[in-house]
Every structure is written in C-alpha cells, then in structure tokens.
C-alpha cells in the first residue's frame, strides 16, 4: 500500500521567511539594520562619551585609541555622535515612511480598485499636489505649528506619499479583473474586504522596493531641513546634520564627512539588499502551488 503523504499548508509570510532566509545579500541587510536599531536604542548605555561633554582645548581631532572616530571642532566624540544622531535619522526615515505608507497605500488602492469618476478626481488631486513646491509646504507647517519632532515626521511623510500613491494604483488596476478577484466577488466578499485581503497584498513587491527608496530619502530632506533651521536642533544631531557639517570642513578634517556618510550608506546598502530579498520573497506569483 502507497504511503500517504500528508501536505501541510503554509501561510504566505511563512513561506516568504524561507525564501528570504536563503538570500544571504538579504540576510545581510536585515543583520545590519538590526544591529542599527539595537545601537540606536542602547546609545544611552553604550556611547563612550556623554552627547554634550565637550572639550575646547581639545578642538578636532583625528581618529585615535581615545576617540576612535575623532572628534569635531568642539572636542565632541564624534562616535557618540553619530550613534544618537543615528537615532534620530532612524526614527525621521521609518516613522515618517510609515506615514506615507499608510496615505499612499490607501489612496492609490482606492483610485485604482473603484476607478471611473473617483479615480479621475483622485489623481487630480495628486497631479496639482506634485505641481505643488513640497518644501514650502513643510517649511509653512513647521512655522506654523513650531519645531516638534513627532510634527516634522508627519510633515515629511504627509509629502512623501504621491508617489507610492501612483506605484500602489498601477498596480490595483492591474490586478482588479484577475481570476482571484472574481472569485472574491463570487463569494460574496464586500469591496473593502477585497481591498484589504486580497488586493493590497499583491502590491507589496512595488511598495517594498520604492519603500527602500523613501527611508534614505526622507534622511536626506530632514538633513536639509535641519540646514535650514527647521528640523532637527543643536546640540542635537543626526546623520544628515552631520555630513552636512562635514562637507563644510572637509578640506581641513575630511574624517567629519567620512564617518557619517559611511553611517547612512550603510544603512542604504542594508535597506537595498533587504527590499529586493524581500521583494522576491514576498512576491504571490514565486509562491509554492
């Protein structure tokens, strides 16, 4: 008599987590993120030197066995510094990211699922808000409601949400006439229901990929906010701030530019590498019958 053999279903992130556990460029990024997010919430424990603990005698200083990153112009350790500005540039780059995740997710979801009129008067509204200079509009709003930090991520992630808006409704329009769709539909599911379980998470590839994109983007516009004036303030720092400093100084201490531009291509070379292991990983059409 033929064995049988019995077939245990999985569910789609547990079968994503096998296939991204066998991307070692994935695995990578996700050990370095990891151990970036775990720095950044030890910092208080672990930084050598106290944020503000400054020696003016000192002045800047090359790398060596008592500062191991050097210090700036202060006499300030610049590897503490990078390690509470790397709080901050984490916490603008995700939370603010999530933000625009949430709005474009479901913006573009909706345009492109219902279509027709709505779509038309949604996307207009996207095309006049991209014709918009954004900056201004997040100058206008910390101006206005003062200098928050938890204001200055939904202020970036309120104008970082357009373009995923767009990515996210190609895709819904796209899939809404598949098979599984239709058979959503037969079964009696509502609209949002649909929407929710079945539409949304065949976007995630797209939305992986261009969110890797955002989080060092969204580094970046706080850093120029922060050169303004606007966003992130002295003694305070962030890894932006810090290379903005550095190019300043560059010719005289180039290790102020270095360290802190290493920081944030780390970061980018770990969200890179993590995207795409995650965008194969989570992709509907690579998944086991």
Known sequence: MADAIEEHGTSLWKDAWIKLSKNRLALFGLAVLIMLILTSLLTPLIAPYGYETQD???????????????????GRDMLTRIMYGGRVSLM????????????????????????????AIMMRIVDVLYALPFMIFIILLMVVFGRNILLLFLAIGAVEWLTMARIVRSQVMALRNQEFVEA?????????????????????????VYTTLTIPSVMLLEAFLSFLGLGIQPPESSWG????????????????????????SLTLFALNFLGDGLR????????KD
Do not use: K
């Open 280 to 287: 194969d990983a989570l992709d509907p059409r690579t998944s």
């Open 92 to 119: 603008v780059g995700f939370i603010a990211t999530a933000v625009a995740l949430v709005i474009g997710i479901s913006w573009g979801a909706i345009a492109g699922f219902f279509g027709g009129r709505l779509d």
């Open 184 to 208: 959503a539909n037969s079964l009696g599911l509502s609209e949002w229901t649909i929407i929710r379980r079945h539409i949304i998470p065949n976007t995630l590839g797209p939305v992986i």
């Open 241 to 264: 701030l810090l290379i903005n400093y550095g190019v300043e100084t560059m010719e005289e201490f180039p290790w102020l530019l270095i360290f802190p531009g290493i920081a944030l």
């Open 56 to 74: 003016l005698d000192m002045g800047a200083t090359a790398p060596s066995l008592q500062h191991w990153l050097g210090t700036d112009i202060f």
